[in-house]
């Protein structure tokens, strides 16, 4: 794997009227920094560590926003964890402000509240806006046409701009997690590090809920849909007689990309019955009245599932309704049309330090999503590259139908890594909380009835599995 990193000069980023931090240091920590968020409208006190909010560089005049929040703990030593959400084109501010950050924007837009399972109070956590054109990060031409590399790429050179920032970080034991679409981001990202020429104490991963192969996450959302009730026993004994030659394995299952006429026809409705009449892709058992928000969301997930077919991932239908005003703005399903509406307040850019020239805030941008050029078939050549080196942690919400638990599992299990531990539950407060499997270097785990974002719903479970994965502890 050849990783060429390329420098974005300083006259460029005093061109897009942004500054480069100028600081002193007390003990290693910085005490004059611009990028400082020295308050937040809506918090309702101070908080008890510094965060900041600010640009970083990446490539040919692109520009990254970030939140970086420190340590509830011990800075100086607790690990720093980037974190990255998905899409491709959604903003990681939606981990930071609806999942694991250390303060949550309420339903009504306009307060926060701090977060008692943050994970902030276990590290540093780096959200990264990724790639140029999600949420406020920029490019200075506005073209918004990516690949997986030019991605990992501007995240790499974006967090060697972060070290020149924070320099008092560079010895920290980093890890790179993110969730979703994120499950590209972060083993690419974690391959230039581990290949690359700057120096960083890369430790190790974590993916949520993530693409780790679409062909895997095709087949098993088939089995995962028939053994959750969604397909009925007809069209399950077509799909195993046309499309698995009678015996049912995700082998011998050709639910990714049918070629077979009958074939094609089962899996088609098979597929949409998953994403097209109405359910919750991400949380079967919640109910949906998709709000805009949730439709943003959902149009960029949809382009993980079942991408050879021809089926309705647009989700036009939907649209349709949202239109006219079918369905109300406060849904019980994936929405973030609160984040939206106070992260785009002009006092709360300012306090963040977003220029007014740089667009407002969406979960995720259509633009992006819909010129993004998928790179990689598979995670599998990454993970072989890093686990020999690093430790990962793969999670699920076991709940999720975009990306289900049991296609990560085969996917892990498909690394033949030594096992070290079988298949066994863990434990949360004295309840069941899930299940995991433990190879060298490599742990997968479930969250008992967690969904897509998997720390929106089950946070206290969600932030004892990280926490125990970056300190290293057993899951039992």
């Not at 306009?110 to 949420?135: D, I, M, Q, R």
């Not at 609160?338 to 002009?346: F, T």
């Not at 479930?446 to 599995?465: C, F, N, W």
Request: glycine share 8%.
């Amino acid at each position: 794997m050849t990783m060429t990193v390329f420098h974005v000069t300083n006259s460029m980023w005093v061109a897009a009227l942004l500054f480069c931090c100028i600081a002193t240091s007390v003990n290693g920590f910085l005490t004059d920094n611009p990028d400082e968020v020295t308050s937040l409208p809506g918090l309702p006190r101070p908080p008890s560590f510094k965060h900041y909010s600010g640009y970083l560089n990446a490539t040919n005049g692109r520009f990254l926003h970030y939140w970086f929040v420190e340590s509830q703990g011990n800075p100086a030593k607790d690990p720093l964890l980037v974190w990255m959400n998905g899409g491709p084109g959604c903003s990681s501010l939606d981990g930071l402000l609806s999942e694991h950050g250390p303060f949550l924007v309420e339903s009504n837009g306009k307060v926060l509240n701090y977060n008692p399972t943050s994970w902030n109070k276990v590290g540093s956590v780096l959200y990264l806006e990724a790639p140029a054109g999600v949420g406020f990060s920029y490019s200075l031409d506005k073209n918004y046409t990516f690949t997986d590399d030019d991605v990992s790429l501007d995240n790499y050179v974006a967090l060697q701009h972060f070290f020149k920032k924070f320099p008092q970080f560079t010895a920290n034991d980093l890890y790179i997690t993110g969730e979703s679409y994120g499950g590209i981001y972060v083993p690419t990202l974690a391959a230039r590090l581990l290949t690359g020429t700057f120096p960083n104490n890369l430790k190790g991963f974590a993916v949520g809920n993530g693409i780790t192969t679409y062909e895997l996450n095709d087949i098993s959302a088939v089995f995962f849909s028939f053994y959750h009730g969604l397909i009925g026993v007809d069209l399950w004994e077509n799909l195993v007689k046309y499309c698995c030659n009678g015996s049912a394995s995700k082998s011998t299952c050709e639910f990714h990309d049918p070629k077979a006429p009958d074939c094609l026809k089962y899996v088609t409705e098979a597929a949409s019955i998953i994403t097209s009449i109405g359910l919750n892709m991400y949380n079967i058992y919640e109910k949906c009245k998709p709000s805009k928000s949730w439709y943003r969301m959902l149009g960029a997930d949809y382009g993980s599932m079942f991408r050879p077919l021809d089926i309705n991932r647009d989700a036009s239908m939907l649209e349709n309704h949202i239109s006219q005003g079918g369905y109300n703005e406060e849904p019980p399903c994936i929405n973030s049309e609160n984040v939206e509406s106070w992260i785009n307040r002009p006092e709360v850019r300012q306090a963040i330090h977003v220029p007014t020239f740089v667009q407002n805030w969406t979960v995720c941008s259509g633009e992006v999503g819909a010129l993004y050029q998928r790179t990689y078939e598979s995670m599998e050549k990454h993970y072989k590259l890093l686990l020999p080196k690093v430790r990962g942690l793969i999670y699920n919400g076991d709940v999720d139908m975009a990306c289900n638990f049991l296609g990560c599992q085969w996917f892990a299990e498909s690394l033949k890594r030594e096992v070290l531990s079988t298949y066994k539950p863990w434990d949360h407060k004295g309840q069941v909380a899930g299940f995991y499997k433990e190879w060298e270097n490599l742990m997968f785990v479930t969250i008992k009835g967690a969904g897509h974002m998997s720390p929106r719903d089950k946070p206290g479970q969600a932030l004892e599995v990280i926490a125990r994965f970056i300190n290293n502890q057993p899951m039992s």
